[in-house]
């Protein structure tokens, strides 16, 4: 019981003191960097880029397209250097035919997933880029 009670107060005892030790709060006035709307500061200076999400998306769309392109047409050359160093072996010629296919496939895919990005953006907004 004693113990009980002495644990107790030491707990008791450590909340004040700690509670004491924070400093307490001052009304220091802070300057505003960059915009204040409502009392509230916005700040400016943050380092983020100032463009908007749609102009983000666009932008990536049109990096990502740009690789996808890149990678097409180095699978064309490799499928087309496959077709002309396959000597009239029928299994390689097939071989170059089918990679050719699934090229040509890939980039359609690919631009058909900007089309229908477009497409929605045109119906959403109710304007084009």
Not at 55 to 68: D, F, K, P, R
């Amino acid at each position: 019981m004693k113990k009980n009670v002495l644990v107790l107060s030491f707990l008791i005892l450590s909340f004040f003191a700690g509670a004491l030790s924070f400093p307490m709060q001052t009304s220091a006035v802070i300057e505003c960097t960059g915009e204040t709307i409502n009392g509230i500061c916005i700040p400016g200076d943050t380092g983020l880029s100032a463009k908007t999400v749609p102009e983000v998306v666009t932008n990536v769309m049109s990096w990502l397209l740009g690789i996808l392109g890149t990678i097409a047409m180095l699978m064309f050359v490799i499928a087309g250097l496959q077709y002309l160093l396959a000597g009239g072996d029928e299994k390689n010629t097939e071989s170059a035919k089918g990679n050719i296919k699934y090229a040509i496939i890939g980039v359609a895919v690919a631009l058909l997933g900007y089309t229908i990005l477009f497409t929605i953006d045109m119906l959403v907004t109710g304007v084009g880029i």
